[in-house]
């Protein structure tokens, strides 16, 4: 049935002649209009067969021309339907407007590098050069118009508690862009790479796409964030080879290829850690340098050699010292207190505390991160947090005593004297 569609469709005009023709003579049996009576109607009408020829000539010319320059709009992609029927855009919104926003989503993206890059210094503490280079880098890529392959490779690398994974947040959230946000080190299985590009048919799991795949099909323009990449298994480092060479992804529950071209894929690591911070202590004021000497420490630490050929841009964090460290912790702090549904109050933060958690910090080197730390204070306090917040508190102090941390209410007025003082 379905191959005879076609030929019917061919044969439609001919079928609507032969129709007319017997609609008009069951109308003349039905009216008895003999044969002389219809030559009598010919004759008389002799005079109108000009005006009639000549405007179905005109209508026939008109509606080659209509079809002539619909299709030629449809293969441009500038028409959407053809015909004089309503269409329901039409009807409901402004069409032409909708048409001009799905024209532009292609063109060229500019972003404010500055502005971007401001906005990622108020939040990431100690780490303003990286700031700047990749707000830069993003400016210069999102202004391509052509190109086959992700917008962005990055290689967040340093220290663990510096920023990374904050900062690839941060650029999302500033961005408006969707954060897919992968942990490699559960990806240290050679099975493990079915979690992320699906399973193949008739293994479990092949009637949902991989974590991935899935979000990239729905979110194309995504940041994908790969956490500690140098933890994932070579198989599943294969596969993101493809999506960073060819563009896409192929999900193997369907084999459908998915797009990468519009995503942000950032990569965090913390190997190599005192080589790096030795490198970007040296040449901070050698961006291009830095960036050549850390790509051969990374290399020289084991990090797969495929990956970094395929890398745009390698950044290296800084190891935190001094006000950048308590600038970190009373941030970690802060989020902690808030987690607790309680805020803290201007200036509620012992100093001697924050002195004391920047003591430990370089006792310990780059083995404890802030939040690390902040844990530990955690512990100490939590109970106090929990019965502030029963008792309906808003704001808390922490004061450092010889027995430890103390979680202490807070008056909510004088907190907002003390906030609006000069």
């Known amino acids: 049935m379905k191959a005879l569609m076609p030929a019917l469709n061919r044969l439609m005009p001919v079928m609507m002649v032969i129709f ?36 179905t000539a005109l209508l026939t010319i008109s509606g080659l021309l209509y079809e002539v320059r619909s299709a030629k709009l449809a293969r441009k992609g500038l028409r959407r ?28 993206v500019a972003i404010n590098a500055e502005e971007l890059a401001a906005g990622l210094r108020a939040k990431v503490v100690g780490q303003d050069q990286v700031c700047e280079d990749i707000a830069q880098q993003l400016r210069r890529r ?85 956490d500690e990449i140098e933890k994932a298994h070579p198989d599943v480092f294969k596969k993101f080879l493809t999506a960073w060479n060819d563009g896409h992804v192929t999900e193997a529950s369907t084999g459908a290829q998915i797009s990468t071209t519009r995503a942000i894929f950032m990569l965090t690591s913390n190997i190599a850690t ?24 990374l290399r020289k630490a084991g990090f ?6 395929r890398l745009d841009r390698i950044f290296v964090f800084r190891q935190l010292r001094d006000l950048d460290l308590a600038r ?24 001697h505390l924050l002195f004391q958690l920047m ?43 010889s027995d430890g941390v103390k979680a202490e209410i807070a008056d909510d007025s004088a907190s907002l004297n003390a906030r609006l003082a000069p």
């Open 142 to 226: 999102l202004a391509l118009t052509v190109r086959n392959k992700p917008v962005g490779i990055f290689l967040l690398a340093g220290p663990p508690g510096t920023g990374k994974t904050y900062l690839a947040k941060q650029i999302a959230r500033q961005m408006d862009r969707p954060l897919l946000h992968f942990d490699m080190t559960q990806m240290s299985s050679p099975h493990a790479a079915t979690m992320l590009f699906g399973s193949p048919k008739g293994y479990v799991g092949s009637d949902s796409f991989g974590k991935l795949t899935g979000g990239l099909q729905e979110k194309p323009d995504a940041i994908v964030l790969l």
């Open 359 to 401: 003591q430990r910090q370089q006792k310990l080197g780059a083995g404890a991160s802030a939040r690390d730390l902040v844990r530990s204070i955690e512990d100490m306090v939590s109970e106090s947090l929990i019965l502030a917040r029963q008792n309906n508190t808003k704001l808390v102090r922490l004061v450092m005593e």
């Open 304 to 309: 797969a050699p495929e990956v970094l050929n």
């Open 274 to 297: 005192e080589a790096l911070t030795e490198i970007a202590d040296r040449l901070h004021d050698d961006t291009d340098k830095m960036r050549a000497e850390s790509t051969e420490a």
């Open 20 to 55: 007319l023709i017997l609609a008009s003579i069951q109308a003349a049996v039905s009216l008895h209009l003999s044969g002389g009576m219809l030559i009598h109607f010919l004759s008389w009408a002799r005079d109108a067969y000009p005006p009639i020829v000549g405007l």
């Open 328 to 351: 970190v912790a009373a941030l970690e702090i802060e989020a902690m207190i808030k987690g607790y549904g309680l805020n803290v109050e201007a200036g509620g933060i012992d100093a």
């Open 81 to 108: 339907r053809k015909g004089f029927v309503m269409d329901i855009l039409a009807r409901l919104t402004n069409r032409v407007a909708l048409e001009d926003l799905l024209a532009q989503e292609q063109k060229e």
